[in-house]
């Protein structure tokens, strides 16, 4: 966090100010009372905390597979990691399908896919399938995030973006706090691979409402 301070400070040029405008706190109340930022900020916050949902038991659940054997902590952060490196690999040719269908197809797809291979995470009882399952699931959650944030960037005008973005920063931060919550609470009282089930099932939902709301809409950003 101290390099990117630096970096920030020192190399990258802050754009000149524009004059401040009466009443600056009047389009951040117009803002939210748009339905389909609510809407799609409430979407960031429930993908957000679905991404973090099975952080609690991750080590749990990666020692039940390798019976105990091995480095536990290393291996889980191997298996967290591979959501990662498969997002990286696949966000680009996403934002590319977004761009060229639109974000709300993208969306649909990326949460569709991502809920398929949530659930079939659940079904390996080695490690390795585990991992392997993991990083496909990673290449479809990829998706996601930018597309939710093209939604928003789409439906708001340039001097509205700063705020926006800092409603979804807001968003993705309670999702942050719920989700390891949730998931805790559910590995309390039922098999920690449930978890990946419940996560699935929530993706789906996710699908088909953004479907049925906006699955005509175009909403590409030109």
């Given amino acids: 966090l101290t390099i990117i301070t630096l970096v920030f ?10 004059e401040p405008k009466k009443l600056a706190a009047k389009p ?7 339905p ?19 952080q609690p038991i991750l080590s749990l659940y990666v020692a039940e597979l390798s019976h105990g054997d091995g480095n536990i902590m290393f291996l889980s952060g191997v298996a967290f990691s591979l959501v990662g490196v498969a997002s990286a690999i696949t966000a680009p040719s996403w934002g590319r399908f977004g761009q060229e269908h639109g974000f709300y197809k993208a969306l649909c797809a990326a949460t569709l896919l991502s809920g398929l291979m949530s659930t079939l995470v659940a079904l390996p009882r080695t490690l390795l399938l585990f991992c ?7 290449l479809c959650c990829a998706g996601i ?12 005008t340039t001097d509205q973006r700063g705020r926006v973005f800092g409603f979804m920063f807001s968003a993705q ?4 706090m719920v989700g390891p919550l949730l998931g ?39």
């Fill in 184 to 222: 805790g609470a559910i590995a309390t009282y039922a098999p920690l691979q449930s978890l990946f089930v419940v996560a699935g099932v929530i993706l789906f939902a996710i699908s088909v409402s953004v479907w049925l709301r906006h699955g005509h809409e175009q909403n590409i950003i030109a």
């Fill in 9 to 18: 400070m020192f190399y990258i040029p802050e754009p000149p100010k524009a």
């Fill in 36 to 54: 389909v930022i609510r809407e799609t900020l409430v979407y960031i916050a429930v993908a957000q905390m679905v991404i973090l949902l099975i």
């Fill in 173 to 176: 931060q309670f999702g942050s």
């Fill in 132 to 138: 392997v399952c993991n990083f496909c699931y990673g």
């Fill in 145 to 156: 995030q930018p597309s939710l944030s093209a939604v928003l960037a789409s439906n708001t």
């Fill in 28 to 34: 951040q109340v117009q803002l939210l009372q748009q």
